[in-house]
């Protein structure tokens, strides 16, 4: 069975920096996309970012330069390191993973954390 487990969420000031964890097990993990999505209130689930094997990424326009998503994958980690942080970027963040080698949309990812709050003040 598949397990994804998110960490690091909190609260910071404008400007500050947070590292997201994602700690998944269950399987192999090999040709696998991993995304962090994002859902503020009242808001759909947005995807944030997306890397694909170890090398290939995706950022929405609205994080790039700021965060950047990795993996580690002997230890099947997947990490999102968010830099000079916005009240815009408050939501709960989920990692969530497809066995493919394609994004894709939130639709097609069958795997998901529980999420981690992240709370951003101004």
């Known amino acids: 069975q598949v397990q994804l487990v998110e960490s690091g969420g909190g609260l910071v000031q404008a400007g500050g920096s947070l590292r997201l964890s994602c700690a998944a097990s269950?399987?192999?993990?090999?040709?696998?996309?991993w995304g962090w999505f994002r859902q503020a209130p009242g808001k759909e689930r947005e995807l944030v970012a997306a890397?694909?094997?170890?090398?290939?990424?995706y950022y929405a326009d609205s994080v790039k330069g700021r965060f950047t998503i990795s993996r580690d994958n002997a230890k099947n980690l997947v990490y999102l390191r968010m830099n000079s942080l916005k009240p815009a970027d408050t939501a709960v963040y989920y990692c969530a993973a497809r066995p493919s080698t394609v994004v894709g949309g939130r639709n097609d990812y069958p795997y998901w954390g529980q999420g981690t709050q992240v709370t951003v003040s101004s």
């Open positions: 269950g399987r192999t993990f090999i040709n696998y996309t």
């Open positions: 890397i694909i094997r170890s090398a290939t990424t």
